[in-house]
């Protein structure tokens, strides 16, 4: 037995290849990955920083606390995925969908989401600052306490999103759709709403008088 327990011991400390692996894509950060085929898949706290995901699909994916810092997302699915607290500074997310996705607390700074789908994203208290969302579709997101200082949501459509307590200072929501959204609370200085539309809209600023 005493001949049998050391070769036991080296067989379980050799690293499992699986384990890092789904499909052909190697778990890790600066992965190459476009177009792969992660759906579902259980990627808690996974380092995938500098990774190229682009048209990957992650929809359903786990990505609570993953780290996707200045990754190229372009075109992913993230539709009904969870990437709570999970932090995608300066990622290239433009034409991502994250519809139906779980964004609380996460963190978009200075992230590229022009053109994304976030229809019925929940992204409470999640960080945006500085985020570009160009014509971003953001119908009935859940905004709530999220902070978009600076923020570029020019031509977004925010109908019915809930944007109560959300920091907005210096944000361009220029040509924007507000209809039905919520602002109650939100901080609005030096915010731009110049030919947004903001009928229904609770706490947006009065359309200036022509």
Request: aromatic share 2%; proline share 3%; glycine share 10%.
């Amino acid at each position: 037995m005493r001949f049998l327990l050391p070769t036991l011991l080296a067989i379980c400390a050799v690293p499992v290849a699986d384990a890092q692996t789904i499909g052909r894509c190697q778990i890790r950060s600066g992965t190459q990955c476009v177009s792969a085929n992660l759906r579902g898949a259980a990627l808690p706290k996974a380092n995938l920083a500098i990774s190229d995901l682009s048209r990957a699909d992650l929809s359903g994916a786990d990505l609570t606390e993953a780290r996707l810092d200045r990754a190229k997302l372009g075109q992913a699915n993230f539709q009904r995925a969870n990437l709570t607290q999970a932090s995608l500074e300066r990622a290239r997310m433009r034409g991502a969908n994250l519809t139906g996705a779980t964004l609380v607390r996460a963190n978009f700074s200075a992230a590229d989401l022009q053109g994304a789908s976030l229809g019925e994203a929940d992204l409470s208290n999640a960080v945006l600052n500085g985020t570009s969302l160009r014509y971003a579709r953001m119908q009935s997101a859940k905004l709530r306490g999220a902070s978009l200082e600076g923020a570029d949501l020019t031509g977004a459509d925010l109908r019915g999103a809930d944007l109560e307590g959300a920091d907005l200072r210096g944000a361009r929501l220029e040509k924007a759709n507000l209809q039905g959204a919520d602002l109650t609370g939100a901080k609005l200085e030096k915010a731009t709403f110049r030919g947004a539309t903001v009928q229904g809209c609770t706490g947006c600023p009065k359309p200036a008088a022509p």
